[in-house]
């Protein structure tokens, strides 16, 4: 199964890409942006089973802006061969219109839920999402508990609009959860009994969970979303495998245990393609992610694959990502179920039996041996082979693969 991920497209005067803004502005600088696209992903190799959009599809949540959106993501869409019905989107603190919101205000509206019909307006009235909302099994994403679940074959999502209360009047657009709001998508739940069978889960929303480190300049982003915990640990509980979503324009990828300790797997998309930061110099281009489920671990039950991911720069076009630049890797392991103990001391005994035979070791052989291996976190096996090394005495090198070389 592979799913494709992208997030805050900002569709309107803030996308890098002309194609991407029904106007002209002094953002959207790129010509053809779909078109680079379509050349590097329209291929078998990238061909994929679901589009995730993590929100922010619009700038100013205008009808323009979602129209055009909706061309954008069907397009995209196609390139992978998606079928529309696999394409799921949540909203972002951009696709609610509070110009709307406001003005109901202005003329005496009172009632809180009615400005929210306002102000989701124009998400809610247009067709790409008001399809994909008629097949979910419960849920609004303008109406309390502002959670809605799909269910497939083979996938479950449990998406949340983080954004519901957001407007035009909050300082900070980090969005928010309650435990009032968990507690009661946590009754919905438990009536769908397939969620707890063999399939993929997944929870989709837009503002980032965790407090990300910054590195590419001092100051500290607080925008994480209120009481964000509560929802990463509805997802432990509930054994998803993915926590999907964007708001923070720089990828990141974290391997997270909460208390429900089933591992969770948090990927913050970027920016497929808003206009970026000025202060990043130019060192983080857009994103677009695809994750890669092999198989299941039989005796963990959680999947187990690689994230794919690739960065678009005005020179470069789509290229693969690399570690040293960006702030993900072109290729994030998951799935292993083993500590980092277990699997320092497997390593250690695996690469001493090889150099019995042999004065180097393949990391391919080492996969041959044991095919946990494929899907370690690449960096514990870093940190790993850098204790090993002193310790048995080999050298490494990585191009074009991981190559011990016994001193």
Not at 36 to 63: E, H, M, P, Q, W
Not at 105 to 112: L, M, Q, S
Not at 312 to 335: C, M, T, Y
Not at 364 to 372: C, G, K, M, V
């Amino acid at each position: 199964m592979k799913l494709a991920v992208i997030s805050d497209l900002h569709v309107g005067d803030y996308a890098r890409a002309k194609d991407f803004n029904p106007s002209e502005g002094e953002h959207s600088v790129i010509d053809c942006f779909m078109d680079s696209f379509k050349s590097k992903f329209g291929k078998c190799d990238y061909k994929c089973d679901y589009l995730f959009v993590a929100g922010d599809i619009t700038n100013r949540a205008n009808k323009t802006e979602f129209d055009l959106a909706t061309v954008r993501i069907l397009e995209i869409a196609e390139t992978l061969t998606v079928p529309e019905s696999n394409i799921f989107i949540v909203p972002g603190n951009h696709d609610s219109n509070w110009s709307l919101g406001a003005a109901d205000a202005e003329n005496g509206v009172t009632n809180k839920q009615d400005i929210r019909d306002s102000r989701y307006k124009y998400f809610n009235s247009n067709e790409l999402i008001k399809n994909m909302l008629s097949r979910a099994k419960f849920g609004s994403f303008h109406e309390s508990p502002y959670f809605v679940f799909w269910e497939t074959e083979d996938i479950a999502i449990l998406a949340f609009n983080s954004s519901a209360n957001d407007n035009d009047e909050v300082a900070i657009h980090h969005g928010e959860v309650t435990s009032q709001l968990v507690q009661s998508v946590r009754v919905e739940l438990d009536q769908v009994v397939d969620l707890h069978e063999k399939k993929l889960k997944v929870v989709l929303f837009h503002h980032h969970p965790l407090n990300y480190e910054e590195k590419t300049y001092v100051q500290t982003d607080h925008s994480i979303m209120s009481n964000a915990e509560a929802l990463l640990d509805l997802a432990s509980e509930y054994c998803f495998d993915f926590v999907i979503h964007g708001h923070k324009h720089i990828p990141r990828y974290n391997h997270f245990v909460k208390n429900g300790l089933h591992p969770l797997n948090i990927l913050c998309s970027g920016s497929f393609v808003a206009r970026l930061d000025d202060r990043w110099f130019d060192d983080v281009g857009n994103s677009f992610h695809i994750i890669e489920i092999n198989q299941h671990c039989l005796t963990h039950r959680i999947p187990q694959g690689r994230i794919w991911s690739w960065s678009h720069f005005v020179q470069h076009g789509w290229i693969e990502n690399n570690q040293a630049r960006d702030s993900i890797p072109f290729e994030s392991k998951f799935g292993s179920g083993y500590s980092r103990t277990v699997l320092e001391t497997k390593l250690e005994k695996l690469i001493k039996q090889e150099f019995t035979k042999s004065s180097y070791v393949k990391w391919s052989d080492l996969e041959e041996r044991d095919s946990e291996l494929s899907f370690c976190s690449s960096q514990i096996l870093t940190l790993i082979l850098q204790r090993l090394k002193s310790k048995i005495g080999f050298s490494i090198y990585s191009d074009p693969e991981i190559i011990l070389l016994k001193d």
